[in-house]
């Protein structure tokens, strides 16, 4: 029986609402932050820039937990909107 193979992608989205990050106690301070949210967590718009008329978009994941309420934000990924 076959399958077809499947990829992971990173959910950088070219459209994003406002989400709270940094909620865990022991985080940074809470804020509000341009991104989306799964499950697992979320996800936030770290940079904006404009190249010559692309918008490139990076985005990182808030990493509030771990054993000291926080670890440092990692990047995600980019994408050119």
Known sequence: ??????TA???TRCDWS???INGNPGAELP???SGHTHR?????VGRI???G???VVDWYADNN?????????SFYGTRVC
């Open 9 to 11: 992608q990173a959910d």
């Open 18 to 20: 406002t989400i709270r």
């Open 31 to 33: 804020s509000n932050a």
């Open 65 to 73: 937990g771990g054993d000291d309420g926080d670890t440092w934000d």
């Open 40 to 44: 697992t967590g979320n996800h936030y």
């Open 49 to 51: 820039t404009n190249t």
């Open 1 to 6: 029986m076959g399958g077809t193979a499947t």
């Open 53 to 55: 008329g692309n918008i």
